[in-house]
């Protein structure tokens, strides 16, 4: 079967640092994506990792190891809008050829002044 | 401006009716996507469609029925076999074919309650 894991929420404080980490099984792998999603609103893209290391966008870092079944997201200086919940979703199995994305449930980050 | 579009933002219905959810994009995209999200879970994926005049199950289909007659449109009907159809409902679509990393980009979301 297919199966992704998040912690399903953390707090951090304004300014800090914080990392949420995505662990992931399945069957094939062709990807893996981050969203953003503030409540009640459509998620927003954030990151894609296809082969292992860091990807470095801004405040924001992602990184994976394909060998590990593992992925974290790294958000730096964190502000008060970065409350939102932090989606994983992993490309299974040919997403080109009609395959899907998995969802993890998703992260739920406070962040506190 | 390109984009998806879902339409309306919150939808009222007595339990026992069938009710349509729209979805349309100007992106040009070929695929298509509908998932249902529950509060504190993540996106389940209900139907999806890689092309015009096709489309396949999800992970859970049963309740539900869609059609692809356009590129730009994939309605999502909610029928009254759905048992617990209250939910925030969201629309995407990608490019396919190996075009980009295959993003899928989203719709603002139905909010439907079953009353």
Redesign the interface.
Known sequence: GQNIDQPTEMTATEGAIVQINCTYQTSGFNGLFWYQQHAGEAPTFLSYNVLDGLEEKGRFSSFLSRSKGYSYLLLKELQMKDSASYLCAVIYPSYNQGGKLIFGQGTELSVKP | DGGITQSPKYLFRKEGQNVTLSCEQNLNHDAM?W?RQDP??????IY?S?IVNDF?K?DIAEGYSVSREKKESFPLTVTSAQKNPTA?Y?CASSP???RG?????????T?LTVL
Request: glycine share 30%; hydrophobic share 20%.
């Open positions: 996507y998932y504190g879970q993540g996106l389940r994926l999806y890689q396949q999800g925030f969201l396919r074919g190996g990393s295959g993003e899928q980009f989203f719709g603002p979301g909010r």
